[in-house]
């Protein structure tokens, strides 16, 4: 079982940023493809970034340019900053981990950007 935590949320500005993390509870999660997801409220969990063991990222249209996904395998830890948000980047921001045999989810962390 892999267990993953996001850090690093919380209420911000429009134009501001903010920087999640997501720490994996085991070092199997350096093989697998990571990602960020966010739901709005009523709205379908959605694609926001994704980051290949060999570091091949893709991005959601609506963040290209604006967010950034990295990871750290030593520290089982995938990034995400995020620049200059817009309130429609309001969503709670999930974290996953895509294995051969399965895939894993975090709880998510709120991101609210308001003025």
């Known amino acids: 079982q892999v267990q993953l935590v996001e850090s690093g949320g919380g209420l911000v500005q429009p134009g501001g940023s903010l920087r999640l993390s997501c720490i994996a509870s085991t070092s199997i999660f350096s093989i697998g493809t990571m990602g960020w997801y966010r739901q709005a409220p009523g709205k379908q969990r959605e694609l926001v970034s994704t980051?290949?063991?060999?570091?091949?990222?893709n991005y959601a249209d609506s963040v290209r340019g604006r967010f950034t996904i990295s990871r750290d395998n030593a520290k089982n830890t995938v990034y995400l900053q995020m620049n200059s948000l817009k309130p429609e980047d309001t969503a709670v921001y999930y974290c996953?981990?895509?294995?051969?045999?399965?895939?894993?989810w975090g709880r998510g962390t709120q991101v609210t950007v308001s003025a």
């Open positions: 996953n981990v895509v294995l051969p045999w399965s895939d894993y």
């Open positions: 980051i290949t063991s060999a570091g091949r990222t």
